[in-house]
T-cell receptor, first 114, second 111 residues
Framework: NAGVTQTPKFRVLKTGQSMTLLCAQDMNHEYMYWYRQDPGMGLRLIHYSVGEGTTAKGEVPDGYNVSRLKKQNFLLGLESAAPSQTSVYFC?????????????FGDGTRLSIL | SQQGEEDPQALSIQEGENATMNCSYKTSINNLQWYRQNSGRGLVHLILIRSNEREKHSGRLRVTLDTSKKSSSLLITASRAADTASYFCATANTGGFKTIFGAGTRLFVKA
């Protein structure tokens, strides 16, 4: 039972490059989320999805795009990477609204932008 | 903007001692959750307490919620070295789509 799987685990990019982070969950959860975690701060919500084919903006959406073409997958894209996007990115899923149900997290993608 | 703020930022105790972490928040909430994060790993859900509950237990964990003071506490009894981790409180408003996490308390339990 894998839970939430994030790929890749580590990545180094140059400023201006693009990339896609993949999140996959095998729990048949409706809700999925992308967060970023920076030193000394809690998690900040980037985008979220309440079901297949839907996406919505979170607290810090600028510079990111997302897609949820399949229920089990939630992709996070960086169109033109900037050093300010150096962070650890976490994907999570929940069976119902995040506030009313526990979220299940992946182990993160550590991204460095040079 | 951060809703939950944990206190202290860091805590170091001996194995066997109790550890208490506090969380304060600013607006009305539907419920409050506590998560643990081991170094290099994702967050793991520990316990959820609803706004109409005052106390909840789970194994060695005890969580209290005081909505009049907008605060919560997490008590870990008889701590173990394996409890070394960061602990986060998270709050959700009535809408519930977005959970807001605090900056966390780093707990170090010395064997």
């Amino acid at each position: 039972n894998a839970g939430v799987t994030q790929t890749p685990k580590f990545r180094v990019l140059k400023t201006g490059q693009s990339m896609t982070l993949l999140c996959a969950q095998d729990m048949n959860h409706e809700y999925m989320y992308w967060y970023r975690q920076d030193p000394g701060m809690g998690l900040r919500l980037i985008h979220y999805s309440v079901g297949e084919g839907t996406t919505a903006k979170g607290e810090v959406p600028d510079g990111y795009n997302v897609s949820r073409l399949k229920k089990q997958n939630f992709l996070l894209g960086l169109e033109s990477a900037a050093p300010s996007q150096t962070s650890v990115y976490f994907c999570a899923s929940s069976d119902y609204r995040a506030g009313n149900q526990p979220q299940h997290f992946g182990d993160g993608t550590r991204l460095s932008i040079l | 903007s951060q809703q939950g703020e944990e206190d202290p930022q860091a805590l170091s105790i001996q194995e066997g001692e109790n550890a208490t972490m506090n969380c304060s928040y600013k607006t009305s909430i539907n419920n409050l959750q506590w998560y643990r994060q081991n170094s290099g790993r994702g967050l793991v859900h520990l316990i959820l307490i609803r706004s109409n509950e005052r106390e909840k237990h789970s194994g060695r964990l005890r969580v209290t919620l005081d909505t009049s003071k907008k605060s919560s506490s997490l008590l870990i009894t008889a701590s173990r070295a394996a409890d070394t981790a960061s602990y986060f409180c998270a709050t959700a408003n009535t809408g519930g789509f977005k959970t807001i996490f605090g900056a966390g308390t780093r707990l170090f339990v010395k064997a």
